[in-house]
C-alpha cells in the first residue's frame, strides 16, 4: 500500500511470504480430494456387499481429517494477510517490502473519515444545561472566521472523579474534510438562556488548598484612615473564558479589586493602585508567538 492511500473495508494491505503454507495446502487438498474419492469407492462397495461397513467409517473419518487439514492451512494462510478493518485514510507507512515483521510491529495508521466528531469536557454544574441535541459551534485553530455549526450527540454518564468534569461528543454539521484526529478545536456550546454573571480577571482569584479568594479594596479606618487597604474575600468561582473567571457566590459585581499581585498581599494589607501595570484581560485572548 501507498502512504495516505484511501482503503476500503476488507483491501489487502500487506501479505506476508506464504509460499511454504501455499504449497502444504495444496497437498492437503490432493489428500482430501483422494480421501473424498476412495470414502465414494468405498461406499459403493458396502451397498453391494463387497467391503465391511467398518471399512466405509475408516474412510470417512480420513476424509474429515484431510478436510479438516486443509481448513487449518487455508486458516494460517489467512492470518498472514493483513487487511483494512474499516474504510478509511492510510497514514505513513512504517514497514518496506521484505521486511521482517515481529509480532507487533505497527504498519501504519488508519485513520477513519466516515465520521467526524469532537470530543470535549463540561464542568458538572453544566450539566443541567445540556443534553443530546443542544447546538455547539466548533471554531478550528488557524480558520477561526469560518466557525462550525454542530450538536450534541452523545454524555458520557460518568463523571470524572478527579476533574469533576463530564465529557461529551459532538457532530459537525457540514465541513467534511476540515476536521483531523488530534485537531484543536475551540468548543462553544450554546445555551438556550443568557444569564448575568460577576466576572473577574483570572490574575485577581488566589487558589488556595482552604478556597479561592479575592482581595477587595477598601477606604482604610482608624489608623489607616486617608490609606487604602485590601480585604481579603473567600469567592466561589465558575466557569473561565478567556482571561475571565465567573464568580458565582462572594462579590456582588461593584467591588474594586486588585488584578495584579494579589498572591503577595495578605488581609489588611495598605496598598497603592498603580492602574499602569494592569495586565489586560479578554474574553479572547490571542498570545502571540515569540
Do not use: C, H, W
Amino acid at each position: 500500500f501507498d502512504s495516505g492511500a484511501r482503503v476500503k473495508k476488507g483491501d489487502v494491505l500487506v501479505e506476508m511470504d506464504t509460499r511454504v503454507e501455499k504449497a502444504q495446502l495444496a497437498s492437503a487438498q490432493a489428500r482430501r480430494d483422494l480421501a473424498a474419492t476412495t470414502a465414494d469407492r468405498t461406499r459403493s462397495l458396502v451397498e453391494s456387499a463387497a467391503v465391511a461397513a467398518a471399512q466405509l467409517d475408516a474412510d470417512e473419518s480420513a476424509r474429515r481429517a484431510a478436510a479438516a487439514d486443509v481448513a487449518t492451512l487455508q486458516a494460517q494462510l489467512a492470518r498472514k494477510v493483513v487487511r483494512a478493518p474499516f474504510a478509511g485514510t492510510l497514514g505513513i507507512r512504517l514497514v518496506n517490502l521484505g521486511q521482517y515483521l515481529n509480532p507487533g510491529t505497527s504498519l501504519a495508521m488508519l485513520q477513519s473519515t466516515d465520521e467526524e466528531f469532537v470530543d470535549f469536557t463540561l464542568p458538572q454544574q453544566r450539566l443541567a444545561q445540556v443534553q443530546v441535541g443542544t447546538a455547539v459551534r466548533l471554531t478550528l485553530d488557524g480558520d477561526k472566521a469560518n466557525p462550525l455549526d454542530g450538536t450534541i450527540a452523545a454524555i458520557e454518564p460518568l463523571v470524572d472523579p478527579s476533574t469533576r468534569s463530564v465529557r461529551l461528543r459532538a457532530l459537525p454539521k457540514g465541513g467534511k474534510g476540515k476536521l483531523r484526529p488530534g485537531m484543536f478545536v475551540e468548543v462553544t456550546v450554546v445555551l438556550p438562556v443568557a444569564r448575568r454573571v460577576v466576572s473577574v480577571p483570572v490574575t485577581s482569584v488566589v487558589r488556595a488548598s482552604f478556597g479561592d479568594s479575592v482581595f477587595v479594596i477598601e477606604p482604610g479606618a482608624g489608623e489607616q484612615a486617608g490609606k487604602q487597604i485590601a480585604r481579603q474575600q473567600f469567592v466561589q468561582t465558575g466557569e473561565t473564558r478567556g482571561n475571565f473567571v465567573a464568580v458565582d457566590k462572594g462579590l456582588a459585581g461593584t467591588e474594586t479589586l486588585v488584578s495584579s499581585g494579589a498572591f503577595k498581599l495578605r488581609n489588611g494589607a495598605t496598598i497603592v493602585v498603580d492602574n499602569r501595570v494592569a495586565p489586560a484581560a479578554s474574553s479572547t485572548p490571542r498570545p502571540e508567538d515569540r
